[in-house]
């Protein structure tokens, strides 16, 4: 989203972050309140607690850098710079979404900010990552591509294959894997073996980087590091962010599967909280804090406002961009629909 | 009779089968705890019972689903391994086809695959493309499996059962509109023999052969063309390979008119085999050449009207079928 | 024009391609070297006249083959992914069904997904199980794809070009025992649309449509059956979807009889989806009900008598022509 | 094949793991004439450098262990001890080979002593290893696992899935990979980041250990140390051993692509060689030595003709064993055959 030539660690370039993680927590909550409500099908998958991480690795992308999500996408589409807006029409079906409506929230994109896509199936944004990083390199653009990945996908195979083919091919490309301690209702450590992805990403010969993904101030530091070696041709890195799901896999789920209080606590760590104390440490006046939160806020209830008052697509549109070649037949909006 | 839900009424199948054979197990993700909608809720219950080491929740690895479902039914035991979705077994066709159904005559006998893998099939409201998709016709196509689509409680019961018991690889594909549907399941064994079709409605002037939820709206068109006067049977194949031929033939004997109806897209489809097959088979019973009524091939929309655009609908199976009744 | 071997008709269009635009590359195993027997010849010379970032040797990682090649074309470049054989492409089917398929769709058009995927089909002596099989129908009845099977090396070359300038993801299936069968293949660019059959023999009492290797079998059995006085229409469809509806339904239109004859196993195989759909369109012109002839529902054998009983050879071909001929 | 009670290391049991691999050199050589000669349909892979790998690790294992196996597996189903005469029937495609004709040489297997199947696809005996090993702890057998893996095909992502999996459930299984530096026509190591299959498996906390795999003395010591401790419960170990694949990935593979010499520069490091030096400084008879080279020819030479006497089977054989459910259309054996 914003470049890169500004300087670490400013409280002013943290304010910043903490605007685009306020307009993501806004966006969650407001989705859940519009999926509750009815206005949105299918399922939400939300990155509240999360915020820090994607939002602290795209700040430091280019607009023609690519990432590559997956099912949990609408924070890295805000972090990338996809318009909220359109998104939030997009996840309630509606005229002016980013895909046309066709997608939802499990395939929001936006590839006019190099948003290539969130993804139904685990793990295949990586394998289509090295792939983007392989055209740029083909294309000898400058640009870099970052893949998300969570922690119960690192059990799949093609993340090591991904993994592998980066070093082999010397990709410019960065892996974030997002930690959050959950894969649906399992503890990924009770399925995981041995020391985690950081290890297994070493294995591979890549350097591999542990953070505190909660601290959005940590790991903007570390993706700074992390893309500027990308970017400068030392191949593809590995950045490790530890976090936590503080709300169900999807907005339906009651948690049932958590001890006690385990939500409460972890909320204690949020990341929000944290950047706005380390803002106010660092002379933010507390005022500005509280009135860029309420902006996000408002950002989002209008965007909320213009789905709602943005018509659905017309039916015969879902006949358009199937493909160049042969007709979706039996029927295609020919007026043989009964 | 007891009334329950599909999802209840398949684990209830599944519970009796471990109860019955200890070396009956399930794999998948997610399958220990509670989660709110998906699949596994399906499995709720069972790990308090059977224990960890016969209900295995797994990584995030559906080849190893698959393949270790593949080997442990080599070695001896009974794998039932939920893939989830249909959408997701694509991770897992390899080990699927390429193994499960081949085991057996590549090795000339020597071992049987008693396995079955869950794929969910089926669109939901907003399931979009990567969730929504039915793919038995691939499965069908594939030497060495059996298929089974079933589209009641009982049945989903009743088939587990015989899927379980089954030495062949079994794709069980429920379709997720169905988890919450309800219906009397039998208080007996109520054991559902593979490759035998249930008439759902009995009638004279033109047979609707289809299967899994599409049944039901072959169901409701019947009853809407019933308004007109017109008598139509219902046969919901609940196997889709070995398909019941003997009951699909006889009934296209005594109406001379067959519709095939399925939700998955057309081109290419089951109802293509179907219908091509009936063609060749029951050429002198037949008034009309079969019809078929899929959906488009184009992938899953989101939006609400695209994709109600999309569905096949009983408004669609009633034109079709109209449309066999006029010729 | 000039005499060559399937395989070097397409390696030859590839390089052309290549040539022509720098953004067209070709990734998968073994392509950097020569290695006797295998398709890897294909690419043989061809690392050193465009580099290794171009021909990219890959470790042995289907999905990634596949994946990279999605998201490479996703990212501006036209890759040519070669998964070998189908069989190998079982590994990849999610990253060609549920990515690159669906890709443009689901996201409203933002982007275009202009890969090729080889994946060898077919029968060679010996292969055995694992190493026989033809998959297109799984293809045709994915959405979002086309499908082509060239059956000589001037449409191998033709097909693979249109293949790589089209926008589509295009899965081009060869077959493994055409590759060293020679034909003439024209001097100039050579394009062979997608979409478009070709009539390999015109006849006026029975059509048969056919591809890939299948279709020569076609024309040795309409050879056969001339003999007796029979006059057959061959029609090689060369791309399976879209089909050329346009030059079939004419054919049928003028002898009133149609046979589909595949390698592939019958039972759910494209030539239903052909059979039902002409059933459908031409029932008027038909005089018969269309046959269809496929491989039996089972697993390719490797000893030598029981895999030919498995083949669906001329003979076979000639006999289902008969019963179409004689009704 | 045999049982783990003897001494280890003596030169009595060297002597046996000598024979074994003479069998299956002899087999190896023999089944290339065949092909040469037209006997054999399809392809083969030849085990000829390899054999102390599957040698020694099956001597460790029981009659009811399984293994298995990939492509190249005619050398691993000899070491667990099928039965040659058998197998080269398979080969030909003969009344009585091991699966009755139907697999040939990729699909070499016989159940009867616990070699569950050669695969024609790559990294599938992985997965359906652990799912074996996974059936042993449900049904309180005492056996363990065995699968062999190339180094090439470590770069499939089942490979680590199955790594994971067995460390979750600590199974009874032992990975074997036979690092023979090819996979086809490429040097693996140019396709390989890091280093290699010991640290990847070490990545997921499995106990791995590196053998000269042209040793048998050295794989069979190793071997019979790992196979103990799966044996006794103490979960997944991984044998990874350095080896060279002397002839070309089939039998029919021109070698192109190596720099000359290379194969024979390797051939002097060929176990058999090694091994009757082993035998010879530790008493063994050159005598004894040579009579069991010659008589492992010998009795491949008896299988070969017994394979070339037997009839091939029935073409309506083909039918059988197909699937209990539906029967194989449009045609069965019926009489219908053109
Ligand atoms: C191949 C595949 N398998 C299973 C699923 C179902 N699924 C969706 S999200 C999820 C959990 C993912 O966990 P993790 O990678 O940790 O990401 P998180 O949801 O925690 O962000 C599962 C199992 C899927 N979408 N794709
Ligand atoms: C999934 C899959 N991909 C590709 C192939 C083709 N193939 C057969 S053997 C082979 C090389 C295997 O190399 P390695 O694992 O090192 O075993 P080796 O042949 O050296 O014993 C390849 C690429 C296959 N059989 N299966
Ligand atoms: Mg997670
Ligand atoms: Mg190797």
New interface residues.
């Given amino acids: 989203m914003s470049e890169t030539d500004q300087p670490r660690n400013t409280p002013a370039r943290i304010f910043e972050l903490y605007k685009t993680m306020c307009l993501i927590r806004a966006f969650e909550e407001r989705a859940e309140d519009a999926f509750d409500e009815g206005f949105i099908n299918g399922s939400i998958h939300q990155y509240i607690g999360q915020e820090a991480v994607g939002t602290g690795v795209c700040s430091n992308l280019r607009r023609n850098d690519y990432i590559l999500s997956n099912h949990r996408g609408h924070g890295h589409s805000i972090a990338k710079g996809a318009d909220p807006e359109a998104m939030m029409k997009e996840l309630m079906g509606r005229v002016g979404g980013t895909s046309g409506a066709k997608g939802g929230s499990m395939h929001i994109a936006d590839f006019s900010v190099g948003m290539l896509g969130a993804n139904g199936v685990l793990a295949d944004g990586l394998t289509m990552g090295v792939g983007a990083a392989q055209a740029i390199t083909l294309k000898g653009d400058d640009s870099i591509v970052a893949v998300f990945v969570g922690d119960g996908t690192t059990n799949r195979g093609p993340f090591y294959e991904a993994l592998n083919w980066a070093m082999v091919y010397e990709l410019p490309i960065m892996f974030v894997c997002e930690n959050n301690t959950y894969a649906s209702s399992t503890l990924t450590r009770s399925v995981t073996a041995g020391d985690g992805p950081v290890a297994r990403a070493k294995a591979f010969g890549m350097p591999a980087f542990d953070v505190d993904g909660n601290n959005v101030v940590a790991v903007d530091a570390l993706a700074t590091d992390l893309i500027a070696r990308v970017r400068s041709g030392q191949g593809p890195h590995f950045l490790h962010a530890r976090t936590y799901r503080v709300k169900g896999h999807i907005s339906r789920d009651k948690l049932l599967y958590r001890r006690d209080g385990e939500t409460e606590e972890n909320w204690e760590n949020e990341p929000l909280g944290q950047c706005a104390s380390w803002l106010a440490d660092n002379g933010l006046n507390e005022a500005d804090l509280r009135s860029a939160h309420a902006a996000a806020y408002a950002q989002i209830d209008t965007a909320v406002t213009a789905a709602k008052e943005s018509p659905f697509p017309d039916a015969a549109l879902a006949y358009e961009d199937v493909q160049d070649f042969g007709p979706p037949e039996p029927w295609a909006g020919t007026g043989d629909a009964a | 009779m007891t009334t329950m839900t599909f999802a209840d009424a398949v684990r209830e199948g599944l519970a009796e089968e471990m109860r019955r054979d200890p070396?009956v197990?399930a794999l998948g993700?997610?399958l220990?705890?509670?989660?709110?909608?998906?699949s596994?809720n399906q499995y709720l219950g069972l790990i308090e019972e059977f224990g960890a080491?016969?209900i295995?929740?797994?990584?995030?690895?559906?080849?190893?689903i698959?393949?270790?479902?593949?080997?442990?039914?080599?070695?001896?035991?009974r794998?039932v391994a939920d893939l989830r979705m249909a959408?997701?077994g694509?991770?897992a066709?390899?080990?699927l086809?390429?193994?499960a159904?081949?085991?057996?005559?590549?090795?000339?006998?020597?071992?049987r695959v008693p396995l079955v893998v869950r794929q969910a099939i089926g669109m939901?409201?907003?399931?979009?493309?990567?969730?929504s998709q039915s793919t038995e016709?691939?499965y069908?196509?594939?030497?060495?499996?059996?298929v089974v689509a079933p589209g009641t409680p009982a049945d989903g019961r009743g088939l587990l059962k015989s899927a379980i018991r089954?030495?062949?690889p079994v794709v069980f594909m429920e379709h997720k509109d169905l988890w919450s549907t309800k219906g009397d399941v039998p208080d007996d064994e109520g054991m559902v023999p593979?490759?035998e079709a249930k008439t759902l409605r009995e009638g004279s002037d033109l047979t609707i052969v289809s299967w899994s939820r599409m049944a039901h709206l072959a169901v409701e068109a019947a009853e809407t063309l019933a308004a007109d006067g017109t008598s139509v049977e219902v046969i919901d194949l609940r196997t889709l390979?070995?398909w019941d031929k003997v009951t699909v033939y006889a009934s296209v004997a005594k109406t001379g008119r067959l519709l095939v109806a399925q939700e998955?897209?057309?081109?290419?489809?089951?109802?293509?085999?179907i219908?091509?097959?009936v063609?060749?088979n029951c050429?002198t019973d037949l008034k009309?050449?079969?019809?078929?009524?899929?959906a488009?091939?184009?992938?899953v929309?989101?939006?609400?009207?695209?994709?109600?655009?999309?569905r096949v609908?009983t408004?669609?199976v009633?034109?079709k079928a109209r449309e066999a009744l006029d010729a």
């Fill in positions: 070396l197990w993700e997610d220990s705890t509670a989660h709110g909608g998906t596994a080491k016969r295995v929740n797994t990584p995030i690895s559906e080849n190893t698959m393949g270790a479902a593949v080997g442990a039914a080599v070695a001896g035991t794998p959408d997701f694509m991770c066709v390899d080990e086809v390429n193994q159904a081949k085991i057996r005559y590549m090795f000339g006998g020597q071992a939901r409201k907003g399931g979009a493309a990567q969730h016709a691939w069908v196509h594939t030497p060495g499996l059996v089954a030495d062949d593979i490759g390979w070995p998955a897209v057309q081109v290419g489809g089951f109802a293509s085999e219908a091509a097959d063609t060749e050429s009309t050449f079969p019809r078929r009524i899929g488009p091939r184009m992938p929309p989101y939006a609400e009207p695209m994709e109600n655009e999309f609908t408004e669609r009633v034109a």
